[in-house]
């Protein structure tokens, strides 16, 4: 029997595993727990959701979707690729900045779900590193990056960087620095080392 559609409750469900999950961790985490949040029936969130690492993956989907579609926003009123890039950067921490608890599950919880890590196809999430390479490859086209760079590994690099100071961001309460200050360093390491 398949799970039913999208509702109000599906959504509560969400949120409130988002918090449950932020706080207690997604291993320490109960079903019960999450029920309570969201103030359901135990029972009502199986009539959404297989079992604790499907509500894992399916709020990091509706997640990637507001991401997405964010970023597009962000990047439509830009011409100039190299700055493209660096809006990317700025807008991609300014999320982990603003909204600490979805951060801490992607950067942390997440990575330790063996049915996420190992089954899912994340179809959202090559979506995402796509744009970047969008950029590179308009960029390369244009003139302003050059050519012999491989838009497929400069994704990856640059995603990697901003993946890598997220995840200190997240778990760091020694900052000493400001994370608008971040993605503009590197987005000009790139840029520097891709501009023709």
């Given at each position: 029997m398949g799970k039913?559609?999208?509702s109000e409750k599906y959504y509560r469900i969400i949120e409130a595993a988002t918090r449950i999950f932020?706080?207690?961790g997604f291993y320490h985490s109960r079903i019960s727990e999450i029920a309570r949040e969201a103030g359901v029936a135990d029972g009502t969130i199986y009539i959404y959701f297989d079992n604790k690492d499907d509500i894992l993956i399916s709020l990091f989907e509706e997640q990637m979707k507001a991401v997405i579609e964010n970023m597009a926003e962000q990047l439509s009123d830009i011409d100039d690729p190299?700055?493209?890039l660096e809006r990317?950067?700025?807008t991609h921490l300014g999320l982990i900045e603003n909204n600490h608890d979805m951060a801490e599950i992607i950067q942390v919880e997440l990575r330790q779900s063996g049915k996420f890590m190992k089954e899912y196809r994340n179809e959202q999430f090559i979506y995402y590193l796509d744009m970047i390479e969008g950029i590179i490859v308009e960029g390369q086209k244009r003139g302003?990056?050059?050519k012999e760079v491989i838009p497929k590994v400069v994704k990856r690099a640059f995603f990697g960087a901003?993946?890598?100071v997220s995840r200190f961001w997240v778990l760091s309460t020694r900052r000493q620095y400001?994370?608008?200050t971040v993605a503009k360093q590197i987005s000009h390491f790139f840029l520097d080392g891709i501009r023709a």
């Open positions: 039913k559609k999208k932020a706080r207690n190299a700055e493209k990317f950067a700025a302003v990056f050059r901003l993946d890598e400001d994370i608008r």
